[in-house]
């Protein structure tokens, strides 16, 4: 009946020119492949709008059949050729987007994350630097060591109650952890004759229980001149320098009147505590006394001279082994040494 068939044309052609309409609009907003994709689902897909007209054409009257069939193809083409355009326009505009970048030379590129030296090291390095520039050589030498250069040699026989205060790991009746770097005075006069004018820095090792400022490991800096003519004031002297250099200028130095088998007389050295400036009751750092000790020094005993060959009525001579750890919590005030033993990046890198 063509009054019918007329009626579902139209209706037909109406359904398709919406739908061509519909997705026009949706395209408006699509801005990638992906929303093209979605849209050709919606409208063209198999189980989309087309589909669904496509096969409610079977309602149709048979000679009419064919003339639907190219509307809807038809109206498929166009709706085609609206998603290639759109397509056509992403594409140019992601290629116009990629040829206005620029790149900008000249910023700055993500700076790489270096390591840095430690507390400790800096300040072995500085205390070096210091005595290098007063014509001292630096020397190092083995952290396993015969009792001889430990003890005997430094005028501590095996009888000495002295060798127990070292709290020595040993290895075995006769090897030792080195418990302090004076052997390397012994060691180097036994190889040079004098003038002596060194630094020793190492680890050393005691059997201490670890605290906030001991540890069973920890480095020292030792320094020995020998030489005609040497006396205390020299040392104290160059002891002052050296807190000035590493601490601080106003630093000061006192020395406590001490006993050591290797050195007479002998001294505990202590500097002005750097963060309080020497006068504050409630300081942490020196617990209000004003002052940090630092290790021991003296003039070398004769009989350190006599074993290595050397005259003591002719020559004279002062040492000292200083904690370096000690500086260092007394220069970055750092209230644990453990701080430094643990490798605390946060901390490192803070000191850094
Ligand atoms: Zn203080």
Redesign the pocket.
Known sequence: MPGFSFAAMSELTEKLASLQQRLARALETAGDERALEEARAVYLGRSGDVAAIRRSIGRLPAQERPLAGKEINDAVAAMEALLERKREEIASRAIDTALSERIDVTFPAPEPRLGSIHPVRRVIEDACAYFERHGFAVVLGPEVEPDYYNFDALNIPPEHPAREGFDSFWVDETLLLRPHTSPMQIRTMQLHRPPIAIVAPGKCYRRDAVDARHHFQFHQIEGLLVAEGVHFGHLKGMLTGLCRALLGPYQNVRFRPSFFPFTEPSAEVDT?????????AA??????????ELGGAGMVHPNVLREVGYDPKRLSGWAFGFGAERLALARYEVDDVRRFIDSDPDLLEQLA
Do not use: E, R, Y
Request: glycine share 32%; aromatic share 6%; proline share 5%.
């Open positions: 002005t505590c750097p963060k309080c400036g020497g006068g504050a300081c942490a750092m020196c617990g209000g006394s004003g002052w940090i």
